[in-house]
C-alpha cells in the first residue's frame, strides 16, 4: 500500500471523499454518506462501520509520529489522547473536532497484580481509563460521536446509561455548550457516583420504569421519531474515538503489541472498537501482528459468554446465526432473566454491539469468559491495593485474566493488557461495602448477589476514643 506522510496539524479533511458509513454484513455492504446518521444498515438492520479508502488518505510512515505529538501536546488535537492519532480517525472535519482533553491516561507495569493472576513479573500492564475528565473511557468515544454530531449541526443528544455514558455525555454537552443532554437510565440500577455526573453537569435525566436493557430500546425509538443524536455505542463513530484506547496502548509497549487484551464485556463497544483497530493497523503494516482479545463478562449478565460459549455462536465472516440469537433472547425472557451484577457498568442482557464483538473475536482469536461478583470485587481490592482505584466493572479484566490464568488459556509469560474502564468514586459503595461490612450486612444491603466472602477487605479498626488504646492498635500493625 502506497503511504504518505501525515498533514500537519490543520491540514485539510479529506474525509469527504475518503471516508463512509458502511454495513458490517459482508453479504449486504450498503454504504451510507458519511454526513449522514443511522442508527442501523437500513437495508439489513446490521450495524454500521465508519470505513475509510486507506490509499487515498494520509497515513504516517512512521508510529514515532504520534510519539512526538505526545511530547508536545501545544495543540489542542496533540493533546487529546484520541485526536493526536487523527490520521487513524480520518472521519472529521477537523474545524469541527469537539475535544475536552481525553485521552491522557496512563498504561502502568504492575508486578502485584501480575502476581495475583499468576504471571511473571512485567507480564502484566493496566491501561487506566479513569483518568479521562468524566472518570471513564466513554471519553474516548464521545469526542468522535460529538465530533460528528458537529458535523451533522445536530442541537440535541441523548443515550441510555448505566452511569458513564450519561456522565460522559452530559460533560461534553456542558463544555461545548452545542447540544443539548438527556439521558435515559433504568430505576435503581445506576450508581449514585455516575448519576451525580449527570444531575450536576446539566443533563435532562429520564429514569424509566424498567432496566438498562429497556432504557436502551427506548432511547432508540425516541431517536428514530425525533430529532435526537443517539451517542450509544450504537453509534459507529463513537467506537472509532475508543479505537484510541488500543493506540495509547500500543505507545506505551513502543509500538510492541502485547499477546492478550482483557476487557469488560458490557454493551461490548471497546471489544468491538478494539478489534477494529487491530485490523486496520495491521492492514495498514503497522503492527506485525494481532493481539488476542478476551471479553469478560460478569456472571450475573453473561449473554455473551452463553452466545459464544453454549450455543456456538461465531462471525462467520459476517454470516451470524441471527435465529440463534432470536432464540436465545426468547428464552432469556421466558425465563424472566434480567441482568444481575454488582459491576453496574457491565449489567446487560443485550449488549448491541454483540455482531462486532463476534467479529472482533474471529480477528482476533478471542475467547469469552464469565466471573461471578466475588471475583470481580476480590480482583478490585487487589488492584487497588496496587495504587489503582477502580471502579467495579474494571475489574472483571484482572479477574478474567486470573480465570484465563489458571485454565491455562494465557500462558505464564506472555504479555497481559488489562483494561480499567472506570475511576473509583464511579461507586464507592461497592468498595465500601466490601471493605468495611460483615457479610450478613452486604446482604442485607446488596441482595442475594452481593458477595458472601470479602478476602481481601481491608476493614477499618474500632478503637476507644483513647490515645492508649489508639497506640496498643498501631503498636501492633
Given amino acids: 500500500m502506497k503511504r504518505l506522510l501525515s498533514l500537519g496539524h490543520d491540514g485539510p479533511s479529506r474525509a469527504a471523499d475518503s471516508a463512509w458509513q458502511q454495513c458490517i454484513r459482508p453479504a449486504c455492504g450498503a454504504t451510507y454518506e458519511l454526513k449522514s446518521v443511522h442508527q442501523r444498515c437500513e437495508r439489513c438492520g446490521a450495524l454500521l462501520d465508519v470505513a475509510y479508502d486507506w490509499e487515498r488518505l494520509p497515513v504516517p510512515d512512521r508510529l514515532a509520529l504520534f510519539d512526538e505529538r505526545r511530547a508536545s501536546s501545544r495543540h489542542p488535537l496533540d493533546y487529546s489522547g ?130 438498562f436493557d429497556d432504557a436502551m430500546r427506548q432511547v432508540q425509538e425516541v431517536c428514530l421519531q425525533t430529532n435526537l443524536y443517539l451517542m450509544n455505542s450504537l453509534n459507529p463513530f463513537r467506537l472509532e474515538g475508543q479505537k484510541a484506547i488500543m493506540y495509547r496502548v500500543l505507545e506505551g509497549l513502543n509500538w510492541e503489541p502485547p499477546d492478550w487484551v482483557v476487557v469488560p464485556g458490557g454493551n461490548l463497544g471497546n471489544s468491538s472498537a478494539f478489534g477494529k483497530a487491530f485490523a486496520e493497523l495491521h492492514q495498514l503494516g503497522l503492527i506485525p501482528r494481532i493481539p488476542r482479545v478476551a471479553i469478560i463478562n460478569s456472571t450475573g449478565a453473561d449473554a455473551l459468554d452463553r452466545l459464544v460459549n453454549q450455543a456456538g455462536l461465531r462471525w462467520n465472516g459476517g454470516a451470524v446465526d441471527d435465529a440463534a440469537i432470536a432464540a436465545f433472547y426468547t428464552q432469556m425472557d421466558a425465563e424472566k432473566r434480567k441482568a444481575h451484577t454488582l459491576a453496574s457498568a457491565i449489567e446487560i442482557n443485550r449488549p448491541v454491539n454483540l455482531d462486532k464483538a463476534l467479529r472482533t473475536l474471529e480477528v482476533t482469536n478471542g475467547v469469552v469468559r464469565a466471573v461471578p461478583d466475588e471475583a470481580i470485587l476480590d480482583a478490585k481490592a487487589q488492584v487497588g491495593a496496587c495504587g489503582f482505584g477502580c471502579e467495579p466493572a474494571s475489574a472483571a479484566s484482572v479477574a478474567g485474566a486470573r480465570l484465563l490464568r489458571e485454565q491455562d488459556v494465557i500462558g505464564r509469560d506472555e504479555r497481559v493488557v488489562c483494561i480499567l474502564t472506570g475511576h473509583l468514586l464511579k461507586d464507592p459503595d461497592a468498595t465500601v461495602g466490601y471493605h468495611a461490612f460483615d457479610d450478613e450486612q452486604l446482604r442485607r444491603k446488596y441482595g442475594s448477589f452481593g458477595v458472601r466472602h470479602a478476602r481481601h477487605a481491608n476493614r477499618p479498626i474500632p478503637v476507644p476514643d483513647d490515645i492508649e488504646a489508639i497506640l496498643r492498635v498501631i503498636r501492633q500493625l
Fill in 82 to 211: 484520541v485526536w493526536r492519532f487523527r490520521e487513524l480517525l480520518p472521519f472529521a472535519d477537523l474545524d469541527k473536532v469537539l475535544t475536552i482533553g481525553e485521552g491522557q491516561t496512563q498504561l502502568r507495569r504492575t508486578d502485584g497484580i501480575a502476581a495475583y493472576v499468576g504471571l511473571g513479573p512485567g507480564r502484566i500492564f493496566l491501561q487506566y481509563e479513569g483518568l479521562n475528565p468524566s472518570g471513564s473511557f466513554k471519553d474516548n468515544g464521545m469526542t468522535g460521536a460529538f465530533t460528528h454530531a458537529n458535523m451533522m449541526g445536530a442541537k440535541y443528544a441523548a443515550c441510555a446509561s448505566t452511569g458513564n455514558t450519561s456522565a460522559s455525555l452530559a460533560l461534553f454537552a456542558g463544555v461545548s455548550g452545542l447540544l443539548k443532554a438527556i439521558v435515559f437510565i433504568g430505576s435503581g440500577r445506576i450508581a449514585y457516583g455516575k448519576l451525580s455526573q449527570a444531575l450536576d453537569y446539566g443533563a435532562t435525566t429520564l429514569q424509566i420504569a424498567g432496566d
